[in-house]
């Protein structure tokens, strides 16, 4: 399992090319906390694994991070 950055390509083709499952998600679907941007509208940060279910389980856990930090930023938002 590995989490990648997508401005053109960067998870979906080289996880093609080796023969694992690669997601681009949603743009904020997952946080971008710690990567130097490129461009706000192209950046998008995934998971890459063997198996879709190996990327489903880290797609949940990268989602699970961003609620419960922006629970903590904003203690009266329900998600």
């Known amino acids: ?3 990648g950055a997508d401005q053109g390509g960067s998870i979906r083709n ?4 080796c023969g694992i499952v690669g997601l681009k998600p949603t743009l ?8 130097f941007p490129m461009e706000f ?9 063997r198996t879709v279910y190996d ?5 949940e856990v ?17 998600f």
């Open 41 to 49: 509208t192209l950046d998008h940060v995934g998971p890459m694994a």
């Open 28 to 35: 904020g679907l997952v946080p971008y906390t710690g990567i």
């Open 1 to 3: 399992m590995a989490v």
């Open 62 to 78: 990268c989602m699970f991070f961003q609620i419960n930090t922006l629970s903590s930023q904003f203690p009266g938002l329900l």
């Open 55 to 59: 990327v489903a389980l880290l797609l």
């Open 14 to 17: 080289p996880s093609s090319r």
